[in-house]
């Protein structure tokens, strides 16, 4: 990076720290610091979920997984509306009515303090993991831009985070999100167009999509449907979207202490249902730009020189490894290919310019044969890097490298710190949350003796020290995780995700279950269920999308907690015979 870049990056990072701090002004108590006095306007309390939600892993790795596997990824969120709308009507009304802190205070209200525990434990774990994925982000930025070792950029950037989320709180969140996204926005669509506007001069958006169209990247509807089945270990289709989608936002808006809490900030249910049902409008379309971007790229690709692998870090190592030899064929085999594919793509373009049928017919043939062959080079490049111990999936890196590698200075810089943005508004809004469950579900729910506001609120900075030293260390472990990280934190959320649902599911519909213990044995027996289909899954005994956990877990819950109701209430009237 350039002088130019370094300036832009920390006069943005700090400009949009000092406003945070100097918007979070609050009172000292539980209120002030989770809720920010349950003061916030429908506007802000969209621009908060939509940053909660937008870490720098949908600005990192987003664009890299529409590079590698098309747009089908945005089937992902379309449940999304229809759960903000269930959300809205069913959750958030009981939430505002009894002024709880966390979700899973409602809980112990309805069952018992076993099922709360039990449920918010759940969260705390698969949310702690999930954003200590989230700390190794922008690790992965400052290490590939520095050269810096992964574990103590891991330690300055959580450290980092927890200084900003111990400083300010809820109100901080909210408003810092409030800025952050306009400048993310902005800085999206620049990405974009110079991208189009560094395509060869006769080579315009229309022209983009039609090479990435015919290269199969503009995949946005998949049925997963094939050979006349449908293909349960599809992970994104239309299907598993809509189904197993729902439920994992369902879940996600209307259960995750990390999304209840944004909206739990609202001045009226009103306002509160207002930023959701917004966020259900505005998430798909964002999403959807943010994918078009990685699609552009790969068409820009097809102009430029791609790197084989985008990671250099591994490059280095995979060139000192007993598979040099190798590697350094197919480097100048894949080169061949790039200069293949550069005359064969600017010929494919010229035919669509001239509207020549039979030249975009062959020129779309030849494009798909040399794209399967840089594929299949860059498969074997990963699988010597995977033999010899480094990372084998570069999907993180491609936008990254993209940017440092072409945009012009200044711009750089704003990007990265977009990217360090995103992250910081979600990490702190999820540290916030896990802060407040550990300080009302456990702390103030166990504690014998009462303590001050005062007190409550400084026992609530350590929890969030805490949990920021948990993330830490999950994020020394994610630098070989395997996935992209999008889809890693997806997959982590739907282990846990549909079981949480359910016992809130059985706690809202069926009024007929009245005891705790027959949804706290339920929701533990679902959850061994989910981590059991996951695990046989992952050994290759049957093939199943992600996804389908969350109605698995959710369904799993309801008809077991029903079972042991019906079990418990035999048992009962067996005993009260005389």
């Not at 999930?130 to 590939?144: K, N």
């Not at 998949?222 to 293909?231: A, E, H, L, P, Y």
Request: with cysteine; net charge positive; aromatic share 14%.
């Amino acid at each position: 990076m350039t002088y130019l870049d370094w300036i832009v990056l920390i006069l943005t990072l700090t400009g949009i720290i000092a406003y945070g701090l100097y918007k979070s002004r609050t009172t000292h108590n539980l209120a002030g610091y989770f809720l920010a006095n349950r003061s916030m306007g429908w506007g802000l309390i969209l621009l908060s979920i939509i940053g909660t939600q937008a870490s720098s892993i949908t600005f990192l790795s987003a664009p890299g997984q529409a590079y590698t596997d098309g747009m089908r990824f945005v089937q992902y969120y379309f449940g999304l509306p229809l759960a903000a709308v269930v959300v809205s009507i069913a959750f958030v009304p009981i939430f505002s009515k009894l002024k709880v802190y966390t979700a899973y205070q409602y809980l112990e209200t309805r069952f018992d303090v076993k099922t709360r525990t039990l449920t918010s434990f759940l969260f705390l774990l698969q949310r702690g993991l999930s954003t200590g994925i989230s700390v190794f982000a922008p690790s992965l930025i400052l290490s590939s831009l520095l050269g810096w070792n992964i574990y103590w950029t891991n330690l300055f950037m959580g450290g980092l985070l927890i200084i900003y989320t111990m400083s300010g709180g809820a109100k901080a969140v909210a408003y810092t999100q409030q800025l952050q996204l306009i400048i993310i926005f902005i800085g999206i669509f620049l990405a974009a167009y110079l991208v189009v506007h560094m395509l060869p001069a006769n080579v315009g958006f229309f022209d983009a999509l039609h090479v990435s169209g015919k290269l199969g990247k503009l995949n946005v509807i998949t049925t997963g449907i094939k050979n006349g089945k449908f293909n349960w270990s599809d992970q994104y289709n239309l299907l598993s979207g809509i189904i197993g989608g729902f439920f994992l936002a369902l879940s996600y808006f209307g259960t995750d202490q990390s999304q209840v809490g944004r909206y739990l900030t609202g001045s009226s249910i009103k306002e509160s249902r207002m930023g959701l049902l917004m966020n259900g409008i505005v998430k798909v379309p964002m999403q959807f730009l943010i994918l078009l971007v990685g699609t552009l790229v790969f068409t820009f690709y097809q102009f430029n020189k791609a790197p084989i692998f985008f990671n250099d870090t591994q490059v280095s190592k995979l060139e000192n490894s007993v598979y040099k030899d190798s590697f350094a064929i197919a480097q100048a085999q894949y080169l061949v290919i790039t200069k293949e594919k550069t005359e064969a793509v600017a010929k494919f373009s010229q035919a669509l310019n001239d509207k020549h049928t039979d030249g975009i017919d062959g020129g779309t043939i030849e494009l798909r044969r040399l794209q399967q062959s840089s594929d299949s080079l860059r498969g074997k490049v990963k699988q010597w890097i995977n033999a010899s111990g480094g990372d084998g999936n570069d999907t993180n890196y491609i936008f990254l490298r993209f940017v440092v590698d072409y945009l012009p200075a200044g711009l750089v810089g704003l990007l990265i710190a977009i990217i360090f943005l995103a992250s910081w508004g979600s990490i702190a809004a999820a540290l916030n949350s896990l802060s407040s469950c550990t300080m009302v579900d456990f702390h103030r729910r166990f504690t014998k003796h009462s303590i001050t506001p005062e007190r409550e609120y400084q026992w609530s900075k350590w929890y969030t020290l805490a949990w920021g030293l948990f993330c830490i260390v999950v994020a020394m472990f994610t630098y070989n995780i395997g996935n992209s990280l999008i889809e890693a934190v997806n997959v982590l959320g739907s282990l846990f995700y549909g079981v949480i649902l359910g016992v809130f599911l059985v706690a809202f519909f069926l009024k007929n279950i009245r005891s705790g213990l027959p949804v706290f044995l339920g929701a533990l027996l679902a959850e061994c269920l989910v981590l059991t289909v996951f695990i046989f899954a992952k050994l290759g005994y049957y093939k199943l999308g992600f996804l389908w956990l969350n109605p698995i877990g959710a369904f799993g819950v309801i008809l077991f907690s029903l079972v042991f109701n019906l079990i418990l209430k035999t048992q009962k009237s067996q005993t009260n015979l005389p």
